[in-house]
């Protein structure tokens, strides 16, 4: 195959998940999830103006997006694109069209059929108690691979760009000011935030001009990579426990300005250059440590294709705020094409921001070689071609956005974890301090980390089983979908399939990973994969027996037979 | 409403709305307290300050019945005083 223009391939890429959300999800909505505009939502039926609350359905996307997107859309394809670009293409389009878009609306839809309860209480209604028993442990995994992951993803890239290191702790700076003089001084915010963003580009300037290098032998015993994700920890762990508005709020905030400034400038610069993709369609000189592509590539990419964090997003929060029942679609099938997107700028930054085949297998010369530094200068190439900007300041930018990312996930995860251990502190009948909690929280993960060596050459192991973890979530929350259209005598294949399939690749990936880990002698990680193959068997027992007992129990009437008209709304006028 | 008031707004609720239920539900769990404190005497829990408080008992009855939904509690805890 003749090396293709990335410029085309952003086009088809873009062209499938659109004709993906005015054909399949139009679909979707009316013979699957057969939405209903005058079903009165969670957000009418309990109005309380904390969390039920009917919101603009772009605002809702705003939020339900900026919430969903993260690194790991970035991550992910950066890593896989070894198997060449073509595989890691399908799987994004195909993904997106298919799998995510129906996931991600399907849980809101249940969602909100169900009082906007979580999906971990759906998986209660609809599974049993030991589906939600289930559902926590995975829930809890999941939480503490990303926390593991993201350490190493972060410590890796200041290492990689130093020029990045002075605007990541800095924007901490940046963030804490924007907080303080939109609550404290009540500065007009157009005003702060034009301060903030010109701040935050000053400071990428300046780590470019001083890029900032820990001294390669190490410091305290520690290689720089173990240094940096010490000090990530210890970072995560204060910013979680602060009150929200002096670190995080200001901060998700600049971070969402700099997402749609990244994106313009990745796809203006696309656009401008339209570099020719030089890796290989599907890569036939393969690393030797590069594990096949088939499960592997599945579970790699999960955000971007398929994710069950989304369905947490979808469920917990967004349903408790959908206006009309119908918004669902836009909200949710939206909101995992803008994360496709995403993925597919990275496989484009990945995969044409080099000269020559050969200088881009320079790069992917082993599997642990891949990933977000290979997208900072492959993406820093396109920048520099298209836009003019020198490359070492493209890397630093793309760099900073990327850290940045990854840092909002870091303690927003220290956080929700935190809530988790609280939680089950609660069944089992202690109180469990904030700060114990958080505690608790940092020393697991940061055990998991330097459990790879303190070096974060282990980041490559870890990625895959978060994936794994990732897929799983995602294969029960589909399973809890299948029974509910079982339930109600809908076309169910829709689901179903994809569910299989997702669950099939999850268990597959886990059993070639636990060969993997077990000849690496790799005991704590093992452990959890093994943890991971139980939980998986365990849903796909759990979900026959209930589609079976769904299947022969009397169907639920549909909506003109079972709503009742306190259960509707007035038609919009 | 001239392009530069509603960028203004457009910005101010992107800044204020993904913390929105956040900031709601910290200052309604401040209120429970407070709820606590005013019914704390009917709760067989001695108070110093009941004779303030219970000036404040007709203005917080209106919020009770959402309290003790919160709370847990189907009927209301106190015999006294029932609203549901």
């Known amino acids: 195959m003749d090396a293709p223009n990335s410029l085309v391939l952003a086009i088809i890429g873009v062209g499938m998940m659109l004709a993906g959300y005015f054909l399949y999800s139009r679909f979707l909505a009316k013979k699957v999830y057969k939405l209903n505009a005058e079903f009165k939502t969670p957000a009418h039926q309990f109005t309380d103006g904390v969390d039920f609350l009917p919101t603009n359905r772009y605002i809702l996307w705003g939020h339900h997006f900026t919430s969903v997107a993260g690194a790991a859309p970035i991550v992910g394809p950066a890593i896989a694109v070894i198997w060449g670009w073509l595989p890691a293409f399908i799987w994004v389009t195909l993904g997106t069209v298919f799998m995510a878009g129906m996931h991600d609306f399907g849980a809101l839809w249940a969602s909100t059929r169900n009082k906007g309860t979580s999906m971990g209480a759906l998986s209660g209604t609809y599974i049993g108690a030991r589906g939600r028993n289930l559902f926590l442990v995975v829930i809890l995994l999941l939480l503490l691979m990303v926390l593991a992951a993201f350490a190493v993803v972060i410590s890796g890239l200041l290492v990689a760009q130093p020029g990045a290191v002075i605007p990541t702790w800095g924007a901490l700076v940046v963030a804490v000011f924007v907080g303080q003089a939109i609550y404290r001084f009540k500065w007009n915010l157009l005003a702060v935030t034009a301060v903030g963003v010109v701040l935050l580009y000053a400071l990428i300037l300046l780590g470019d001009a001083y890029p900032v290098s820990l001294p390669e032998e190490g410091m305290f015993g520690l290689t720089p990579e173990g240094v940096w994700i010490v000090l990530l920890f210890i970072y995560s762990g204060i910013a979680s426990m602060l009150p929200v508005w002096v670190l995080l709020q200001p901060r998700d905030f600049i971070n969402g300005i700099q997402l749609f400034i990244g994106l313009g400038i990745i796809y203006g610069a696309v656009l401008l250059a339209t570099p020719t993709v030089v890796a290989p369609a599907v890569n036939d000189a393969l690393p030797d440590d590069t594990p096949p592509l088939v499960p592997l590539l599945f579970v790699t990419i999960a955000c971007g294709a398929i994710s069950g964090f989304h369905g947490l997003v979808s469920s917990g929060t967004s349903s408790k705020q959908l206006d009309r029942e119908t918004d669902a679609r836009f909200v949710g099938y939206f909101g995992a094409v803008g994360e496709g997107l995403l993925a597919l700028g990275a496989i484009i930054a990945t995969t044409a921001g080099f000269q020559t085949a050969a200088q881009w297998s320079d790069f992917y010369n082993s599997f642990s070689s891949g990933g977000v530094p290979v997208f900072v200068e492959g993406g820093a190439s396109i920048i520099n071609a298209g836009l003019a900007i020198p490359s070492g300041l493209s890397a630093t930018i793309l760099a900073t956005m990327v850290v940045l990312f990854a840092a909002t996930t870091l303690d927003t995860g220290t956080r929700l974890m935190r809530f988790v251990v609280q939680e089950v502190g609660e069944i089992a009948g202690v109180k469990i301090k904030t700060w114990l909690a958080t505690l608790i929280v940092v020393a697991l993960a940061f055990g998991l980390t330097f459990s790879q060596g303190a070096d974060g050459a282990g980041g490559m192991a870890l990625w895959p089983l978060f994936g794994t973890t990732n897929q799983l979530l995602a294969g029960l929350t589909l399973t809890i979908l299948t029974i509910i259209l079982i339930r109600k005598g809908r076309p169910f294949l829709p689901v179903l399939l994809p569910a299989a399939f997702v669950l099939f690749m999850t268990i597959y990936a886990a059993m070639v990973q636990l060969v993997n880990l077990y000849n690496a002698g790799d005991w704590l990680l093992l452990v959890i994969d093994i943890i991971i193959i139980i939980a998986a068997t365990w849903v796909l027992v759990e979900a026959v027996i209930a589609m079976l007992a769904a299947r022969k129990a009397p169907k639920e009437p549909e909506d003109d037979v079972a709503l009742t008209e306190d259960q509707k709304l007035p038609r919009s006028v | ?84």
């Open chain 2, 1 to 84: 409403m001239s392009w530069f008031d509603r960028a203004e707004r457009g910005l101010r609720e992107f800044y204020v709305a993904p913390y929105r239920r956040v900031f709601a539900r910290a200052k309604r769990d401040e209120e429970d307290l407070f709820m606590m404190l005013v019914l704390s005497e009917a709760l067989g829990v001695p108070n110093p300050a009941s004779g303030a408080t219970l000036e404040l008992l007709p203005e917080m009855l209106d919020r009770m019945h959402d309290w003790h939904i919160r709370q847990g509690l189907d009927q209301s805890p106190l015999d006294g005083m029932q609203c549901c």
